[in-house]
């Protein structure tokens, strides 16, 4: 389906800190429109003498919410619009925004068959949107992400998603935390890897339905493997966020 969608004037009416590196972003839309968890945002900034500066994100909220999106934003050092909505927007300013966009990584609570999310660092952001969507409507389904970060402090949504683990039936939660570990550490302390995967997929069986985001290595890393112990590439999909492989 083609996507009109014109820029409209969002409110920011609220932020609040994620991680030492991660805001998420409260956006009142004028035009809001129910999104697709998966689905992003361009936003788009214009300085005094025009020039134009436009970058996409994830929506972390789920569609049920309506009238405003959550986007969660990783802060890039010398990045021109991640840093900009760090150090210099405050809750009542004004943005350009546009969406929501994206048809492939979506996923809806309608699709009841077993999910498999694998994140990386701020590519957590879309797939928090289907772990919320499936917890406001009531989702069942089989539903395991595993979430690679360098540290504990960089992990977003921590609390939360520990929250909905142990209220959603059917939700499991992998971390594995690539840089160092506290003490006492009970998850993964490695990158991504066959075993693992094979430890956190297995489970879901045959007829997984994968969701691969963040960083481009990790994400073709991830993909690659799964296809590796035997899950088909039409089963797998992918967004990369990045350049760097973390
Ligand atoms: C579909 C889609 C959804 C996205 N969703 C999110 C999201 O939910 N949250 C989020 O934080 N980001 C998200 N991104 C990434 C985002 O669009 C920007 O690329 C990112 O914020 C950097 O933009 P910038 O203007 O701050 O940096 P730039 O000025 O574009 O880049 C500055 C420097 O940082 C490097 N760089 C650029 N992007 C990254 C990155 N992601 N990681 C590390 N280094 C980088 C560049 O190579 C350059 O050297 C998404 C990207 C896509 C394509």
């Given at each position: 389906?083609?996507?009109?969608?014109?820029?409209?004037?969002?409110?920011?009416?609220?932020?609040?800190?994620?991680?030492?590196?991660?805001?998420?972003?409260?956006?009142?839309?004028?035009?809001?429109?129910?999104?697709?968890?998966?689905?992003?945002?361009?936003?788009?900034?214009?300085?005094?003498?025009?020039?134009?500066?436009?970058?996409?994100?994830?929506?972390?909220?789920?569609?049920?919410?309506?009238?405003?999106?959550?986007?969660?934003?990783?802060?890039?050092?010398?990045?021109?619009?991640?840093?900009?909505?760090?150090?210099?927007?405050?809750?009542?300013?004004?943005?350009?925004?546009?969406?929501?966009?994206?048809?492939?990584?979506?996923?809806?609570?309608?699709?009841?068959?077993?999910?498999?999310?694998?994140?990386?660092?701020?590519?957590?952001?879309?797939?928090?949107?289907?772990?919320?969507?499936?917890?406001?409507?009531?989702?069942?389904?089989?539903?395991?992400?595993?979430?690679?970060?360098?540290?504990?402090?960089?992990?977003?949504?921590?609390?939360?998603?520990?929250?909905?683990?142990?209220?959603?039936?059917?939700?499991?939660?992998?971390?594995?935390?690539?840089?160092?570990?506290?003490?006492?550490?009970?998850?993964?302390?490695?990158?991504?890897?066959?075993?693992m995967l094979k430890d956190v997929a297995g489970p879901?069986?045959?007829?997984?339905?994968?969701?691969?985001?963040?960083?481009?290595?990790?994400?073709?890393?991830?993909?690659?493997?799964?296809?590796?112990?035997?899950?088909?590439?039409?089963?797998?999909?992918?967004?990369?966020?990045?350049?760097?492989?973390?």
């Amino acid at each position: 389906m083609k996507q009109t969608l014109n820029w409209q004037i969002a409110s920011v009416t609220n932020i609040r800190p994620e991680t030492v590196k991660v805001k998420s972003f409260t956006l009142k839309l004028p035009a809001w429109m129910r999104h697709r968890a998966g689905q992003h945002y361009d936003i788009r900034l214009t300085a005094e003498d025009g020039y134009q500066a436009q970058r996409s994100y994830s929506i972390a909220s789920e569609p049920e919410r309506e009238g405003e999106v959550d986007l969660t934003v990783e802060r890039i050092n010398d990045g021109e619009v991640s840093m900009y909505m760090h150090d210099v927007l405050l809750p009542g300013d004004r943005i350009e925004a546009r969406g929501p966009i994206g048809g492939y990584f979506v996923w809806e609570a309608t699709m009841t068959g077993p999910l498999l999310l694998i994140a990386g660092g701020s590519g957590v952001v879309p797939l928090m949107s289907m772990i919320r969507h499936r917890a406001a409507a009531g989702g069942r389904n089989p539903t395991t992400l595993l979430y690679s970060s360098r540290t504990f402090e960089d992990i977003i949504y921590y609390n939360e998603l520990e929250q909905l683990r142990k209220t959603n039936s059917g939700l499991q939660i992998f971390h594995t935390l690539t840089r160092s570990q506290p003490a006492g550490w009970k998850g993964y302390a490695r990158r991504i890897d066959q075993d693992m995967l094979k430890d956190v997929a297995g489970p879901l069986g045959k007829s997984v339905q994968a969701y691969i985001c963040g960083p481009t290595l990790l994400v073709e890393a991830a993909a690659n493997t799964l296809v590796k112990i035997g899950v088909k590439s039409d089963q797998i999909r992918t967004e990369r966020f990045g350049p760097t492989g973390g």
